[in-house]
């Protein structure tokens, strides 16, 4: 079994099949449409406070973000895994790649409502905060809200994005190939993953579009900053330092 409770699971058969040829397709199919469902929920409730058609839009591009940092991941974590002693070829690392990112997607997807509650109830972004300059009262009350959902929503996915690789984890420690390494392992494919997974969510950025901007789907400002910054800027907006 291959499916995505399977994939919760993460057992010996999982890791077993990452590292069957006969079987490694199907963990990478049920893998990519547990990412495709569970994060497009969530990219909605991302981005639908701004408006639907934000949501949308998020719900689009989030899978696609959880996708590409796998692809961009496999090869880098394949020879980091060689030089740490591991045996896994580029196909088993990005089947157990794929496997880790359908876990936290289905996390997210499972979270959805609970974030949708959230911003249901959170102030909706003036109509005005478009026309109106950055010093009016309704913009800062709007961008406050902005920065709030922001952080909230981060950090809904940096934790689904840790519960998948604490799963994976697991696999690394079943597999044959990998049992003795499985920590370094765990550790490398982490913090490379979470590093890529911040710069390419901003590059493709916005997901929460901004109250004084329109719905878009990729912002031009890639060089007037980056994640770590605007993250930053987001805590001490709602920190109120």
């Not at 040829?21 to 199907?26: M, N």
């Not at 959170?122 to 406050?144: G, K």
């Not at 420690?173 to 390419?200: D, H, M, P």
Request: with cysteine; aromatic share 8%.
């Amino acid at each position: 079994m291959t499916g995505i409770a399977a994939l919760c699971r993460m057992d010996a058969g999982l890791a077993a099949a990452i590292c069957d040829p006969g079987r490694r397709r199907a963990v990478v199919s049920a893998s990519v449409a547990a990412i495709v469902v569970g994060s497009a929920l969530y990219g909605f409730a991302f981005g639908f406070w701004r408006s639907p058609l934000q949501g949308l839009i998020a719900a689009a591009k989030l899978p696609l973000v959880c996708l590409a940092v796998t692809c961009l991941t496999t090869p880098l974590n394949t020879m980091l895994g060689r030089l740490a002693g591991g045996a896994l070829g580029w196909r088993e690392t990005g089947a157990a790649l794929l496997a880790a990112m359908a876990v936290a997607s289905a996390l997210m997807g499972a979270l959805s409502p609970v974030a949708a509650f959230v911003v249901m109830h959170a102030p909706a972004p003036d109509p005005l905060a478009m026309t109106l300059p950055a010093s009016h009262p309704a913009v800062a009350e709007s961008m406050r809200v902005f920065w709030a959902l922001l952080l909230m929503h981060v950090g809904v996915m940096g934790i689904s994005g840790i519960v998948g690789y604490t799963r994976l984890l697991r696999v690394l420690r079943l597999s044959g190939k990998t049992a003795s390494r499985a920590g370094t392992l765990f550790v490398i494919w982490t913090l490379t993953t979470g590093f890529t997974g911040c710069e390419v969510s901003w590059l493709l950025s916005p997901f929460l579009c901004k109250p004084t901007f329109p719905p878009h789907v990729v912002a031009r400002t890639y060089f007037d900053g980056n994640f770590y910054e605007h993250m930053f800027t987001a805590v001490s907006q709602v920190s109120g330092r």
